[in-house]
T-cell receptor
Framework: SQQGEEDPQALSIQEGENATMNCSYK?????LQWYRQNSGRGLVHLIL?????REKHSGRLRVTLDTSKKSSSLLITASRAADTASYFC??????????FGTGTSLTVIP | ETGVTQTPRHLVMGMTNKKSLKCEQH?????MYWYKQSAKKPLELMFV???????ENNSVPSRFSPECPNSSHLFLHLHTLQPEDSALYLC????????????????FGPGTRLTVL
């Protein structure tokens, strides 16, 4: 399977703490993207990192990409209760195909 | 709102019914997608339309029939479904670039929660 796999499957933290989620994939990619999904809703794009980039920031989000290990991490700093959601990584390969993982369910406790 | 709408939001149907899911995007994108999301499974890409032409059909059973009349509208026609087809069906759109390294960002609709009895 070329699908990404997120780790951990579920994460529960206190408000104000940092949350780190990891994603591993199996094939060469053009880019890797992180999406967020609130319960019962569609996915919302958070951040994209290209295969030639190693780190990217957007507000409280920090994404890293290690193409040699075929892995990425998403760090959410100073978490808030409103960050409670499922987070998915998606890889886009050279054939423009998208592959999503199973997601990490994040709960931020107020 | 992401600019992608889906109707209906919830649908309950029997195995012998015929129904259709509708998706509309207001973003001027040239590609549209149907995904199936089941509990504890990765998001499954079902169909891709690029400039109204179907470019991918990931071994989806024929009881699911897509239709893309124009670049803004996408339908998923359903007939003789099975209970295991119960899931959240998500529509997405993106602007596909031609040539070079593609960096599509997908914009998702809110989904249709389908229950097959």
């Amino acid at each position: 399977s070329q699908q990404g796999e997120e780790d951990p499957q579920a994460l529960s933290i206190q408000e104000g703490e940092n949350a780190t989620m990891n994603c591993s994939y199996k094939t060469s990619i053009n880019n890797l993207q992180w999406y967020r999904q609130n319960s019962g809703r569609g996915l919302v794009h958070l951040i994209l990192i290209r295969s030639n980039e190693r780190e990217k920031h957007s507000g409280r989000l920090r994404v890293t990409l290690d193409t040699s290990k075929k892995s990425s991490s998403l760090l959410i700093t100073a978490s808030r209760a409103a960050d409670t959601a499922s987070y998915f990584c998606a890889t886009q390969n050279t054939g423009n195909q998208f592959y999503f993982g199973t997601g990490t369910s994040l709960t931020v406790i107020p | 709102e992401t600019g992608v709408t889906q109707t209906p939001r919830h649908l309950v149907m029997g195995m012998t019914n015929k129904k259709s899911l509708k998706c509309e995007q207001h973003l001027g994108h040239n590609a549209m997608y149907w995904y199936k999301q089941s509990a504890k499974k990765p998001l499954e890409l079902m169909f891709v339309y690029n400039f109204k032409e179907q470019t991918e059909n990931n071994s989806v059973p024929s009881r699911f029939s897509p239709e893309c009349p124009n670049s803004s509208h996408l339908f998923l026609h359903l007939h003789t479904l099975q209970p295991e087809d119960s899931a959240l069906y998500l529509c997405a759109s993106s602007q596909r670039t031609s040539g070079g390294i593609s960096t599509d960002t997908q914009y998702f609709g809110p989904g249709t929660r389908l229950t097959v009895l």
